[in-house]
Structures are given as structure tokens and as C-alpha cells.
């Protein structure tokens, strides 16, 4: 299994960045999948999940209608398209393949939004 992150990077307040992970080593199209970030010092925290077919998605109410996650199961690979950052989405964002049994997980992007 491996799960590689792309798309973070530097951005203002306000700004737009749109993360992907790419996928492989498994059944992509079998697997509910999450996005994850981790601010320094603190605990990482789930930001969007999306169901394994990408019919249904859940989000934390930090970043409700503000960010989407997307599945694209030909391309193996799930997005976060994420708008109007704030400060506070200064974080690693990480990728997962959930599953009860062991979730695997990629090895992250960082984001920084500052002016």
C-alpha cells in the first residue's frame, strides 16, 4: 500500500490550494478514504472522509463549505480542493486509507497559509 501527498505549499489568507493523494498497491475503488492535517504541537485531526464509491462525504465543521474532498476512482487518487484557507489550516495534511482493521496512511504535505 502507498499513499503519496502533493499539492501543498505556501498560500495568503483567502487563498485556494487543491491537494491530491495518489494511491496503489490495493483496490482503490474498495476503500473509504480521509484527509487528515496535524497542526505543531497539537493532535492530527480528521478534515473530510468520503465513502469508497465518493457518494457520500463528511466534513469538520472548521472547514464545512469551505473544502471538498473528491474521489476519482479511474485515477486512483483523492482530492481536497481547499478554499478560502485561514491561518489556522496551517498544518501537514495527510491521506487514509481507513479501514477498523489497520489504516494506512501517506507521509503528508505541508500547508502554510500566511500573508
Known amino acids: 500500500v502507498q499513499l503519496v501527498e502533493s499539492g501543498g505549499g505556501l498560500v495568503q489568507p483567502g487563498g485556494s490550494l487543491r491537494l491530491s493523494c495518489a494511491a496503489s498497491?490495493?483496490?482503490?475503488?474498495?476503500?473509504?478514504m480521509r484527509w487528515y492535517r496535524q497542526a505543531p504541537g497539537k493532535e492530527r485531526d480528521l478534515v473530510a472522509a468520503?465513502?469508497?464509491?465518493?457518494?457520500?462525504?463528511n466534513y469538520a465543521d472548521s472547514v464545512k463549505s469551505r473544502f471538498t474532498i473528491s474521489k476519482d476512482n479511474t485515477k486512483n487518487t483523492v482530492y481536497q480542493q481547499m478554499n478560502n484557507l485561514k491561518p489556522e489550516g496551517t498544518a501537514v495534511y495527510y491521506c487514509?486509507?481507513?479501514?477498523?482493521?489497520?489504516?494506512?496512511w501517506g507521509q503528508g504535505t505541508q500547508v502554510t497559509v500566511s500573508p
Open positions: 468520503i465513502t469508497s464509491s465518493g457518494s457520500n462525504t
Open positions: 498497491g490495493f483496490t482503490f475503488s474498495s476503500y473509504d
Open positions: 487514509q486509507r481507513w479501514s477498523l482493521v489497520r489504516p494506512y
